[in-house]
């Protein structure tokens, strides 16, 4: 169940994606031409993270780094590796970086608070007392893609910019009640790496411009 809902999460992301492609005058055909790279990109660098989170269990046989189907993704490692496959391949198309980012930034939160649902199934149940952190981060990320989605609507931009700053917040606060966080020595992983994701969030705001459509 939970990597039905994960394939859900990816599914409703894809077609939402596709549908306000086309409002906008883009070529659809991309969307799903993208779609295999970017999640090969995203299961890849999901695994990598999870991998060297827990790489004091698989140093001691590395090869079932390679057993995927018995679970284990890190969402940064999705996020930023998928993000990077998307990339290329827009390069490689010749095509508007920052609008396509734009679109596809919309309905990325709306798959992960359908993934992170899935947290229910494989009983992670730990969260701040009767609330697991799964429902928390669910129903933020989901609050994050309304906002998105209504930005979107009303200035049609930016929204890349705001998804990173929403979701290194969720992430930041999120993580002093997590039970499994990854740290080096005292560090924090996610946070640092969420305090990254709010700093270019900003930045690309900042280039961006104010909240007014593009003529």
Same mark, same amino acid.
């Given at each position: 169940?939970?990597?039905?809902?994960?394939?859900?999460?990816?599914?409703?992301?894809?077609?939402?994606?596709?549908?306000?492609?086309?409002?906008?005058?883009?070529?659809?055909?991309?969307?799903?031409?993208?779609?295999?790279?970017?999640?090969?990109?995203?299961?890849?660098?999901? !695994?990598?993270?999870?991998? /060297?989170?827990?790489?004091?269990?698989?140093?001691?046989?590395?090869?079932?780094?390679?057993?995927?189907?018995?679970?284990?993704?890190?969402?940064?490692?999705?996020?930023?590796?998928?993000?990077?496959?998307?990339?290329? #391949?827009?390069?490689?198309?010749?095509?508007?970086?920052?609008?396509? /980012?734009?679109?596809?930034?919309?309905?990325?939160?709306?798959?992960?608070?359908?993934? !992170?649902?899935?947290?229910?199934?494989?009983?992670?149940?730990?969260?701040?007392?009767?609330?697991?952190?799964?429902?928390?981060?669910?129903?933020?990320? #989901?609050?994050?893609?309304?906002? /998105?989605? #209504?930005?979107?609507? !009303?200035?049609? !931009?930016?929204?890349?910019?705001?998804?990173?700053?929403?979701?290194? #917040?969720?992430?930041?606060?999120?993580?002093?009640?997590?039970?499994?966080?990854?740290?080096?020595?005292?560090?924090?992983?996610?946070?640092?790496?969420?305090?990254?994701?709010?700093?270019?969030?900003?930045?690309?705001?900042?280039?961006?411009?104010?909240?007014?459509?593009?003529?």
């Amino acid at each position: 169940m939970y990597g039905l809902l994960i394939s859900l999460g990816i599914i409703t992301s894809i077609l939402m994606t596709e549908k306000v492609a086309k409002k906008e005058g883009l070529d659809t055909n991309l969307v799903w031409e993208a779609t295999p790279w970017v999640i090969l990109s995203a299961v890849v660098g999901a !695994r990598l993270y999870h991998v /060297l989170d827990f790489w004091d269990v698989y140093s001691q046989n590395p090869l079932d780094a390679f057993a995927i189907w018995k679970g284990g993704l890190g969402i940064f490692g999705a996020l930023i590796f998928g993000l990077s496959g998307l990339v290329i #391949f827009l390069r490689t198309k010749k095509q508007n970086l920052l609008k396509w /980012l734009n679109i596809i930034s919309v309905p990325v939160p709306l798959a992960q608070a359908i993934g !992170r649902a899935g947290n229910y199934f494989n009983k992670e149940l730990y969260g701040i007392g009767p609330i697991p952190f799964f429902a928390l981060e669910a129903t933020l990320d #989901f609050i994050l893609f309304l906002i /998105l989605y #209504f930005w979107f609507i !009303r200035y049609q !931009r930016n929204t890349l910019g705001i998804y990173l700053v929403g979701y290194g #917040f969720i992430r930041f606060a999120t993580e002093f009640f997590r039970n499994d966080s990854w740290h080096v020595e005292t560090t924090n992983v996610a946070q640092v790496i969420s305090i990254v994701f709010i700093l270019s969030g900003i930045l690309v705001i900042k280039r961006a411009g104010g909240p007014t459509k593009e003529p």
